[in-house]
């Protein structure tokens, strides 16, 4: 077992402090990872087809530090087929699919249409550089009913608004200090050309989709290791508007054809 270094310790410590109910099985009461799953678990269903868009190595799942976690992560076995797809070959290592695909960027997806009953990407958004190929692919290849569901960072919140202020080029190595267990492979380019619910409503139309998204403030990003960094966090999160939420959850079902089923 790996042994936890200084700053996780210290990290632990001040989530604990902030948030003592993680004591009662691992987790705060607005951990956004249990958030989104939660509410993917209770779409999915066991006939499903389902892709993991931006799967990569698996590697959330499996660092997940405790069984429960793991489990709510895992829709490999819960569903009829799990497809992973991902721009890296790692995602051919990944064991906790059924299926992997190696995409390209800005190119159509090598899937058939109306392939899927739930598509979802965590922490993909905010790397979409030509989002209306990448919102018409998803409609093509997402049956009518199904489901399309995202975490990624809200344009207004303080991580996208920070993140838009410094140049790619430096991301790797500023994640790198605030989350030390981040490897560099993991950091892609960021766009944000699809992470507002404006940009949701132009490339997501109503006509198309029916949209649940909603806006979620989870523990504090990046400051975890510094408490009063979190407690300046917490301060603008009790004041700002909830336009500036951290992150925009991404929950749209797609409407079926007018006459059809």
Known sequence: MKT???AAMQTQNNLQRAFPEIG??????????VS???RINALARPDMTVLDLGAGRGGQIHDADTPFLKNLLTLKGKVSSLHGA??????EQNPFIDQAHIIVPDEPLPFANNQFDLIFADW???????????????????????????????????????????????HAR????????????????????????????????????????FNHNAEPPYVQRSRM??????????????IMGTNLFVFLQKKPVEGGS
């Open 4 to 6: 936890p270094d200084n």
């Open 24 to 33: 009662a099985g691992g987790f705060s009461r607005v951990d956004g990872t």
């Open 36 to 38: 989104f799953y939660t």
């Open 86 to 91: 991902d721009v890296d070959p790692v995602v």
């Open 124 to 170: 993909v958004l905010e790397h979409v550089a030509t989002p209306e190929l990448f919102s018409r692919e998803v409609d093509r290849i997402l049956k009518p009913n199904g489901w399309f569901c995202a975490r990624t960072p809200n344009r207004w919140g303080l991580t996208g608004m920070a993140t838009r202020a410094v140049p790619s080029k430096y």
């Open 174 to 213: 500023i994640v790198g200090k605030l989350q030390p267990g981040r490897i560099a492979e993991d950091v892609f380019p960021t766009c944000y050309k699809l992470n507002s619910h404006s940009d949701l409503d132009r490339h997501f139309p109503s006509e198309k989709f029916q949209n649940y998204s």
């Open 229 to 242: 960094a979190m407690a300046a966090v917490f301060a603008f999160f009790r004041v700002a508007p909830s």
